[in-house]
């Protein structure tokens, strides 16, 4: 179940929280990936300042994409 969505339509890109990760689908493509957390591990806080793709989250709920600079904020 997602607890975060957002959906850029400048890009067409959709973006969905769940399973302590961030994943982008493309709306043309239907292609996803995981552009933040690591699936399935303990939920943490680990990965301040660091590369999005190895970072712990912990059930992320709210997303938002600034569609000019494509900067995520969880």
Do not use: C, H, M, W
């Amino acid at each position: 179940n997602p607890q975060g969505i957002f959906v850029d339509y400048l890009t067409n890109f959709l973006y969905y929280s769940e399973d302590n990760v961030i994943r982008k689908i493309d709306l043309q493509t239907n292609l996803s990936q995981i552009i933040a957390g690591i699936p399935r591990t303990i939920p943490n806080f680990l990965g301040d300042e660091g590369p999005a793709n190895i970072s712990r989250l912990n059930s992320p709920e709210n997303i938002f994409v600034d569609s000019t600079t494509k900067d995520i904020f969880i």
